[in-house]
């Protein structure tokens, strides 16, 4: 679409942004997030920084991406998640991206690495890290860590990059089986509808 304000709009490229919501349910937290929400603006500035390197943005000049989350159910990993669902909506859209993008959440919790971390496991004061990967080159484009408890040396850090580097080219092979089998079924209804045409 048409960028919003004239001051934002970019000659060479599309600008990327992203407005993130929560339900009030999505928690046990019982209370309604308001449109200031930290947690949420910090997800959007995620979401937009890495598709912003993603999208092949200078095939539209002049133009805005709009990307909308509404987190229904957040029992951990939401960043992740976000991620991963505006990669397949964006690659369902048919934006030309430069490579299809995963995320994962590690944790370390009483010596044991933890994959995609719920949510009293994010709570629990451990080191957790969010990294996003671009399956093809393994190029990571994101990588945002919080600890409150432990403290997190390089070799510690680089296990659990590893791990979390494992866990999105695990995601990528079940996420691009189901964009392989949505993308069959849409052509052999294709197929169907042109020979019952003919």
Excluded: W
Aim: proline share 3%; charged share 25%; hydrophobic share 40%.
């Amino acid at each position: 679409r048409e960028v919003a304000l004239r001051t934002d709009e970019l000659h060479d490229r599309a600008i990327v942004r992203c407005e993130v919501s929560q339900a009030p349910f999505s928690t046990t937290e019982r209370r309604r997030r308001r449109a200031g929400d930290k947690r949420a603006t910090a997800i959007s500035n995620f979401v937009e920084e890495t598709f912003s390197h993603v999208i092949q943005t200078s095939l539209f000049a002049r133009s805005q991406i709009d990307i909308t989350i509404h987190v229904l159910q957040a029992d951990g990993s939401v960043l992740p998640a976000c991620i991963c669902a505006t990669s397949l909506a964006l690659t369902h859209a048919g934006i030309p991206m430069v490579d299809f993008v995963t995320c994962c959440s590690i944790g370390y919790h009483d010596g044991n690495v933890l994959l995609d971390l719920t949510y009293q496991e994010e709570r629990d004061g451990g080191p957790a890290v969010s990294l996003t990967l671009m399956p093809r080159t393994s190029q990571v484009l994101t990588l945002k860590m919080e600890s409150s408890a432990v403290r997190v040396n390089s070799s510690l850090l680089d296990k659990l990059m590893k791990e979390a580097q494992v866990g999105c080219h695990q995601i990528n092979k079940i996420l691009s089986g189901k964009v392989r089998e949505f993308a069959a079924a849409a052509l052999s209804l294709r197929d169907q509808e042109d020979e019952q045409q003919a």
